[in-house]
């Protein structure tokens, strides 16, 4: 770097911890059985091994009440005996913005029951403040035969687990064959870069669900709910390199949380949230790349168009299924839809097959590693100039507005002749207004003070939804067109059915559509002031 280059702040900033508590910062990798033994004797790892490493047999019993009151809050308790020592530990779930990084307090006990008198009650808060002794009550247990070894690698310092084992609740069993990459010292990109190099070597998997997590799902079919997208806090002292950072370290965690409730396709918002994950994160490389030019920018939104692409199908079968027929069905009870039905829940579950497909492909763990590792790294600092870095260090705001501006302008400009614009004019124009939205969202904390800030998004949000809507019908359209009729009299008449309502609905959306748009327009903007 010359003397003319800005010196930008060190990344992967430490998380703030209070005295008693830890930061676990872990990225689990799932292995296929039998396969653990190989990698062990990888290079990467015998080169930078302090040790043969230690071998233990961990026995772990996870606590909660019969309500489940800790699992509702985001918490796991446990209590592991390793030996003769027996140690508790309380996790929460991971801070947005930092997706590998879980809070946790852990404190040696007596034996295998929890002592939650040792832990500082007062400080985690409910529901642990109301909780009495006996309250908890074993709810599953993993058994765990664990080879670490401690890895000094050249800027960090990682233990490396390998897990073969099972988790058990009641009759019960789950098998276990994972690896954990714990961050002990340095820069969290170090176990992305450690993962990349695992991959290589096996079909490895991203672990997107703790141990934790899979068993209440065995113990009590718990199904994980679909999780939106929460606010990133960026502030008006946020260099311009920390907010890229926090926004792509949220989409990140907003991806993984909703990895098994796509797969699992046990509720269709998985598959949604993904898609919206991936359209913020696209959002975040057009924002950025014109004033940072970084060739990183394109490589992780290229990634992110083809998954899109993989979730889009099913995403459509979603909404045919659970809104569109549903919604028609329920206002003329006289069609029989049982055929239709029938027909698109066998396209839906044949989109799922795909899409698990897509899910297990070793693309999309190298996708997801490459993008933790472009956060952790922070790598659009790479081949870009000595100006482009200059703006890195520069703190939010004043970039905010100025990108704000020019996105607003493309609505616009794509907006012209409102009334005229055919379907992949109206189209084009939607995927610009999300991008806008997106924006707004992103750069919200900076203008609280701003009345106005809060209004423009809201009716953005609601000129966004009803062209989504418009969006739709052409999809279902063309998804109708799709079913197979034969002869099938009682199907006919569903999909004449379904058509000539979404015709129907076709015209009341555009006269909607078009007040939104003026309303929209006539709404000033919040930013520059």
Known sequence: ?????????????????????????????????????????????????????????LETIYYDTPEGALFQRGMSLRVRRSGKHFIQTLKLLPDIGRPLARRQWETPVDGMTPDLA?????????????????????????????????????????????????????????????????????????LFDLGTQLLDAAPLQVGTRSKAERGYALAFDVVQPATKAEPVSITAEHAVDDVIALLGGACWHHLLRN????????????????????????????????????????????????????????????????????????????????????????????????????????RYSRFLLSLGHWVERRRWRNDIDSDALAVLSQPMPALADKILARQQRKVRKRGTHFRQLDTAARHSLRIQLKRLRYAAEFFLPLYTGHAPAKRYVARLARLQKSLGRVCDIASIR????????????????????????????????????????????????????
């Open 1 to 57: 770097m010359n003397a003319q280059q800005p010196i930008l702040p060190d990344f992967g900033a430490p998380i703030a911890v209070r005295p008693g508590e830890q930061a676990e910062i872990e990225l689990k990798l799932l292995a296929p059985q039998g396969i653990l033994e190989k990698l062990r004797e990888m290079p990467v790892i015998v080169q930078h091994a302090r040790n043969r490493g230690v071998v233990r047999r």
């Open 118 to 190: 040792r832990l500082p009650v007062a400080e985690i808060g409910d529901p642990l403040t109301t909780l009495t002794p006996d309250a908890l009550v074993p709810a599953f247990a993993t058994r765990v035969r664990r080879h670490a070894r401690q890895l000094d690698l050249p800027d960090a310092s990682v233990e490396i687990a390998f897990d073969v084992g099972t988790i058990e609740a009641g009759t019960r069993q789950e098998v276990l064959s994972e690896i954990e990459l714990e961050l002990k010292s340095g820069n969290a990109g170090a």
């Open 478 to 529: 063309g998804l109708l067109g799709s079913v197979r009729q034969d002869d099938q009299a009682a199907l006919h008449l569903a999909i004449g059915t379904v058509t000539g309502w979404q015709a129907r609905d076709d015209i009341a959306a555009a006269k909607t559509l078009r007040k939104k748009w003026r309303r929209f327009k006539a709404t000033p903007a919040f930013w520059g002031r």
């Open 259 to 362: 990895h098994a409730v796509a797969k699992e396709g046990s509720d269709p918002e998985g598959v949604h949230q993904m898609r919206i994950a991936l359209r913020r994160l696209r959002t975040i490389c057009a924002l950025f790349r014109r004033e940072i030019p970084s060739p990183s920018f394109e490589a992780i939104n290229s990634e992110a168009r083809w998954l899109m692409r993989q979730l889009g199908q099913t995403r459509d079968w979603d909404v045919f299924a659970t809104t569109i027929v549903s919604r028609v069905a329920t206002t003329t009870p006289e069609v029989d839809f049982g055929g239709l039905r029938q027909t698109i829940e066998r396209q839906r579950k044949s989109s799922y097959r795909s899409l698990q497909a897509v899910l297990d492909d070793p």
